[in-house]
């Protein structure tokens, strides 16, 4: 699952990377405190930092913008699942019912599945949370 880079005020980084809205877990936010301090945070939840004491509340995170997170997420699987079964349903009776020479050519397709479509699927998703909007956290 790709991450979400946020900026926050004062210099401080969330990378949105868990909390279940519907019925869909979505990826913890990463808060990076002033301090230096690290820790993942489930959407909708706060933290309070051990060493400084600053709260961070995900809150703050308009719920709309993190649900369309979540739905870009989920269409870039589907995609990936959906051409997968295609390929599956095309070949399994290609090979079964037809030729089980069909096999060999399955192969060289997984092998230019993995080694072609993959890359590019994974740089489209990469970009995807490049681009993804970013919101500004305040300590409470």
Known sequence: MPIQR????????VLAAGRTIG?????????????????LVPYGESWE??????RWNTRQIPQADYEGLLRRIRRYRLEILGLAFL???????LIVFVNQSFVFLAAILAFAWMFLYMP????????????????NLRPE
């Open 6 to 13: 946020i900026d926050c005020a004062e210099g401080n980084t």
């Open 23 to 39: 019925a869909v877990k979505g990826p913890p936010i990463t808060i990076s405190c002033e301090c230096g301090r690290t820790r």
């Open 49 to 54: 930092c051990e060493e400084c004491g600053r």
């Open 87 to 93: 390929a599956l349903a095309v070949f399994i009776p």
């Open 120 to 135: 590019f699927w994974r740089r489209r998703v990469r970009r995807a949370a490049r681009e993804a909007p970013s919101w």
